[in-house]
T-cell receptor, first 111, second 115 residues
Framework: GDSVTQMEGPVTLSEEAFLTINCTYT??????LFWYVQYPGEGLQLLLK?????DKGSNKGFEATYRKETTSFHLEKGSVQVSDSAVYFC??????????FGKGTRLHILP | GAVVSQHPSWVICKSGTSVKIECRSL??????MFWYRQFPKQSLMLMAT?????????EQGVEKDKFLINHASLTLSTLTVTSAHPEDSSFYIC???????????FGPGTRLLVL
C-alpha cells in the first residue's frame, strides 16, 4: 500500500548548518508530495509541495525535489535558523484527496 | 486566513465516559473535514472523512460507533469518543478543506488522556 518513510529524529543542528531530512515513498500512480511543519503548540502547516516528477517545491528557504526514479522527496535548507525548530512531516496525497503522513522528524536548532 | 481551531486543546477523562472534540473553521466554509489520530512517535493516521450534511466515511479498522463524527454545519465538525478507554488516549487532529480546493488546513490538535 501507499506509505511514507522519513528519517527518525530528533535532528540537532547548529544555527546556519545545512539541513537534509530524507523522505521516500511507496505509491501507485502519481501522487502529490508534501512537506508539512508543526511548530510548538500550533497546527500542521503546509511548507511546500510538488505535484509531478522533477518538480521542485520551495518555501522559506526550504526545498524538495520530486524524484520519481528514486521515489524520494528529501527536504533541504542551506542555512537553518533557531526559528526552524519544529516537527517536519513528509506526506503524499493519494486518491480522494487523502493524505498519508510519515512519522515526523523533530528538528532542534541550537543558537 | 484559513484558520482551524480545536477545542479543547487537552482533556483528561475517566474510563467509560464520553468526550467531545470540536473542530471549527474560523474564516472559511469547510465542506470537508478530516479527523486524524497520532500516537507518540507515529504518523498521523486518518480516521474518517466527513462532508457537511452527510455521514462520515470511516477508514478501515476505525469503529464508527466508537468515534462518532458529526459535521452539521460548514464551520463545525465534532468527534465524540464514546465510552473512552485508556487505549483511546492519543492526539486527535482535524483538518478542513473548502469546496473546489485540495489544500487541507489543520487544527492544533487535542490531546486526550483516559484514566
Amino acid at each position: 500500500g501507499d506509505s511514507v518513510t522519513q528519517m527518525e529524529g530528533p535532528v540537532t543542528l547548529s544555527e546556519e548548518a545545512f539541513l537534509t531530512i530524507n523522505c521516500t515513498y511507496t505509491a501507485t500512480g502519481y501522487p502529490s508530495l508534501f512537506w508539512y511543519v508543526q511548530y510548538p503548540g500550533e497546527g500542521l502547516q503546509l511548507l511546500l509541495k510538488a505535484t509531478k516528477a522533477d518538480d521542485k517545491g520551495s518555501n522559506k528557504g526550504f526545498e524538495a525535489t520530486y524524484r520519481k526514479e528514486t521515489t524520494s522527496f528529501h527536504l533541504e535548507k542551506g542555512s537553518v535558523q533557531v526559528s526552524d525548530s519544529a516537527v517536519y512531516f513528509c506526506a503524499l496525497g493519494v486518491r480522494d484527496d487523502k493524505i498519508i503522513f510519515g512519522k515526523g522528524t523533530r528538528l532542534h536548532i541550537l543558537p | 486566513g484559513a484558520v482551524v481551531s480545536q477545542h479543547p486543546s487537552w482533556v483528561i477523562c475517566k474510563s467509560g465516559t464520553s468526550v467531545k472534540i470540536e473542530c471549527r473553521s474560523l474564516d472559511f466554509q469547510a465542506t470537508t473535514m478530516f479527523w486524524y489520530r497520532q500516537f507518540p512517535k507515529q504518523s498521523l493516521m486518518l480516521m474518517a472523512t466527513s462532508n457537511e450534511g452527510s455521514k462520515a466515511t470511516y477508514e478501515q479498522g476505525v469503529e464508527k460507533d466508537k468515534f462518532l463524527i458529526n459535521h452539521a454545519s460548514l464551520t463545525l465538525s465534532t468527534l465524540t469518543v464514546t465510552s473512552a478507554h485508556p487505549e483511546d488516549s492519543s492526539f486527535y487532529i482535524c483538518s478542513a478543506r473548502t469546496s473546489g480546493r485540495r489544500a487541507q488546513y489543520f487544527g492544533p490538535g487535542t490531546r486526550l488522556l483516559v484514566l
